[in-house]
């Protein structure tokens, strides 16, 4: 399991003190070391490296109240060309109808650095700054530090004024890159408790808590307070490997998540925002835009269903017709929520929305007609898993549904039209998601059922310095659900990603079958030359050219996060080699197997004077392998891309 330290407290309990070392350095005050880095010392490899990262947030006075300013000081090295990417900065802020967060770059410098000194420091231009929608709730300010190349330092300042007090700024220790300092100091005050969790590691270099006293005593209607100063720090923390299999970094890099828990009118009446699962399931039923919507939509879809069409039908047929209706009938506007952004009427006559919108209404109409179904909250794989111990709606980002069918549960989604109808799309599956039911509050998996199946056949003939192939390709399940949703009917984007592996595709020959039908697998054929390698009258052959897996996904020596392969996944490559005219095999590769509770892998050979048959199965039998399996995971992945890429020699006679 990944080293995750879960920690709900108030802000009001002692914590370790530990005096460290400030690294932190003002804006402009660069240190002989800093401009005279060439390299990481404990990543030779990095692009750049982050010199000082350092946050802070306190609750500032209002007329009405208390906002919450967070600044932010950053100062970057810029190592090499590909580390100029870096030097892009976004900022997010977070908005709800006419109110946003204030987004304030107060300074952004570029400092030119030549034998260890400055030669040139450029100002950013605030009028090159701008702001771009990236959710429903959420902007983000963008900006491009000025005359950066290698070499180069970047430093910039800013700050966000919000009155969200729910929304107290969240601290990533760790980058894409190395950071040799990070620090976040949280200023509190009496009127707000925080719940927060640290995640990947079990300690902090820098941890301490004390009560400002420096600063005069501080008044609000009444009760004089002093700010509690919450300290969190690390030095030298190696970059964030995102490397495959991992659906979100926000699940295993080294972070501090808050969450607004309680606060206090004056007249010291405590108000609990944190609270219990089958609560939160109480608020969500209570909600106009998740239980009222729900049964509105109820409600609608006996207008719209027709008793004729369902007549005499089964629970399975009933379902399946509910289900079909809304994907043949409603479009997913790509936006994950999980409240429902319409009326229940207006997303009838619009046939378009979020998320909740149509699978709520998919759970009202199989209540309407008497099939027992509920909402699920979920978050989506890149949102993060959901911790069981942290009782917040924040947690989730989107909805789907939970059905009873003639006694069988199943999960329903009806926002992947090339879904199947009993299973819920890619991006929701991840771990588990709640059940809003008031009377029997359950969490439930949301891990594929089955195994997803990938046949490839190739047929290789006319070998010489060319190859001629003919392949064949069939995806079941999710690995057709993936091929629809890529690609679909689209030629032209397929034939483009397969002139990618050097293929040369006789476009005409390029057929799809079953491609748009959610019930059938998908499946595709298609000609092609692919150049082979002659050596001293030898012709070497990939019998699987390069179907299979040309090098392993897989790169770290260790890994403290699980690998997230997705779904279950059997694999079979087969190919029918043709033994050129005048020439005989003179190698062939060893077959292989290994079958144990994690995986199988099957190669053989078989081969008669006219052709060579070669076969490669493998399965990975978990969606989900833990860390200490990693090696192991790795270590397969290695014998796919060895087994896969063998070569038969062919020798003259």
């Known amino acids: ?235 030298n923390i190696p970059a964030f490997v995102d490397e495959e299999y991992t659906p979100s970094r926000e699940d295993d890099i080294i972070k501090i998540d808050f969450q607004l828990s309680a606060f206090y009118h004056l007249d010291g009446v405590k108000i609990k925002i944190m609270t219990t699962w089958p609560d939160l399931v109480t608020d969500y039923l209570k909600e106009e835009n998740f239980g009222r919507y729900l049964k509105k939509s109820k409600n609608s879809a006996e207008k719209v269903l027709s008793p004729d069409s369902l007549a005499g039908k089964t629970q399975t047929q009933k379902f399946n017709y ?54 699920v909250a979920v978050s989506t794989r890149n949102h993060g898993k959901i911790h069981s111990d942290y009782p917040f709606s924040s947690a989730f980002n989107t909805v789907i549904g939970y059905a009873t069918v003639d006694g069988n549960p199943m999960l329903v989604d009806a926002t992947d039209p090339y879904c199947p109808n009993t299973r819920i799309s890619i991006r929701c599956m991840n771990d588990k998601g709640l059940l809003i039911d008031k009377d029997n509050m359950k969490w439930i998996s949301l891990q594929s059922p089955s195994v997803s199946n990938l046949y490839t056949y190739l047929k290789i003939d006319s070998i010489g310095k060319e190859q001629h192939a003919a392949i064949s390709v069939r995806a079941s399940d999710y690995e057709a659900v993936t091929y629809k949703n890529e690609y679909a009917n689209d030629k032209e984007s397929l034939l483009s990603d397969l002139s990618k592996k050097m293929y040369q595709v006789f476009d005409t020959t390029l057929k799809f079958k079953y491609s748009l039908e959610r019930t059938m697998p998908y499946a595709f054929s298609y000609s092609l030359i692919a150049k082979s390698e002659m050596i001293n009258s030898k012709i070497y052959v990939e019998p699987f050219l390069k179907e299979v897996f040309s090098k392993n996904p897989l790169t770290q020596k260790t890994r403290t996060y699980p690998v997230d392969i997705t779904y279950p996944v059997y694999r079979i490559y087969q190919s029918e080699v043709v033994i050129p005219e005048g020439y005989k095999v003179e190698f062939l590769p060893a077959n292989s197997s290994q079958s144990d509770g994690l995986f199988d892998l099957d190669y053989t050979t078989t081969q008669n004077a006219e052709k060579i048959l070669v076969s490669l199965k493998y399965t990975f039998k978990n969606s989900l392998y833990a860390p200490e399996d990693y090696s192991k995971v790795k270590a397969f992945f290695d014998r796919i891309v060895k087994k896969g890429s063998e070569q038969i020699v062919l020798v003259r006679i």
Request: net charge negative; aromatic share 14%; with cysteine.
């Open 1 to 235: 399991m990944k080293n995750l330290l879960l920690i709900l407290i108030v802000f009001l309990t002692g914590i370790l003190q530990l005096n460290a070392q400030n690294y932190f350095d003002e804006i402009g005050r660069l240190s002989p070391d800093q401009l005279k880095i060439t390299s990481c010392s404990f990543d030779p490899t990095a692009s750049a490296l982050v010199l000082f990262d350092v946050g802070k947030s306190r609750f500032v006075r209002t007329e009405n109240g208390f906002d919450i300013l967070f600044e932010r000081v950053t100062r970057i090295k810029i190592l090499n060309e590909a580390g100029k990417k870096y030097a892009e900065i976004s900022i997010p802020f977070y908005q709800e109808g006419s109110i946003q967060e204030k987004v304030e770059v107060s300074k952004a410098f570029t400092y030119t650095i030549v034998d260890g000194n400055i030669s040139k420091i450029v100002e950013l231009n605030p009028k090159t700054c701008y702001e771009v929608k990236t959710s429903e709730n959420w902007k983000a300010l963008k900006f491009a530090m000025p005359n950066v190349q290698p070499g180069s330092i970047i430093e910039y300042k800013y700050s966000i004024l919000s009155q969200y007090h729910f929304n107290l700024q969240d601290w990533d220790f760790q980058w894409d890159i190395p950071v040799l300092y990070s620090s976040y100091e949280v200023r509190m005050i009496p009127f707000y408790e925080y719940a927060w969790a640290i995640q990947g590691r079990q300690s902090m270099d820098e941890l301490s808590k004390s009560e400002d006293n420096s600063a005069l005593d501080q008044e609000f209607f009444g009760t004089k307070f002093h700010d509690m100063v919450y300290k969190f720090g690390l030095k």
């Open 322 to 375: 509910i289900v079909n209706y809304a994907k043949d009938n409603f479009k997913w506007n790509h936006e994950n929520s999980q409240f429902a952004n319409k009326s229940a009427s207006d997303f009838l006559k619009d046939k378009t929305g979020n998320s909740a919108d149509v699978n709520l209404w998919v759970v009202g109409a199989l209540q309407q007609i008497g099939i027992e179904s509920y909402p």
